[in-house]
């Protein structure tokens, strides 16, 4: 069984930044991708970004392009989720997301096995 933890949501004003972490029970970024989703209230969950095992990204949505970026230290097992510029519409619980041993990066969610908790992230001033 794996693990995913995700961490570094809260409250940020308009425009400002966070960084959030999804730490993994093991090994698996170098033979799996990892991505991220968020869920906004009252809204379905929807993809932000995927990194494939190469390193490969992919943005599942032209909301975040240029605002969001997708990292990964597969030594400490862990893939950042670097958010800028955020607003409003960026409320939402974020999720990390992966199936261990699927290289490429999957836009449908039923193809993910393994999920974290989410952590909630609002933009409000």
């Known amino acids: 069984q794996f693990q995913f933890v995700e961490s570094g949501g809260g409250l940020v004003q308009p425009g400002g930044s966070l960084t959030l972490t999804c730490t993994i029970s093991?090994?698996?970024?170098?033979?799996?991708?990892i991505s991220w989703f968020r869920q906004a209230p009252g809204k379905e969950r929807e993809g932000v970004l995927c990194?494939?095992?190469?390193?490969?990204?992919?943005n599942y949505g032209d909301s975040v392009e240029g605002r969001f970026t997708i990292s990964r230290d597969n030594a400490r097992k862990t893939v950042y989720l670097q958010m800028s510029g955020l607003q409003p519409d960026d409320t939402a619980v974020y999720f990390c997301?992966?199936?261990?041993?699927?290289?490429?990066?999957?836009?449908?969610?039923?193809?993910?096995?393994?999920w974290g908790q989410g952590t909630q992230v609002t933009v409000s001033s």
């Open positions: 997301a992966s199936t261990p041993g699927r290289r490429d990066c999957r836009r449908d969610q039923s193809d993910y096995v393994f």
């Open positions: 093991a090994f698996i970024l170098d033979y799996s991708a």
């Open positions: 990194m494939s095992s190469s390193g490969e990204v992919t």
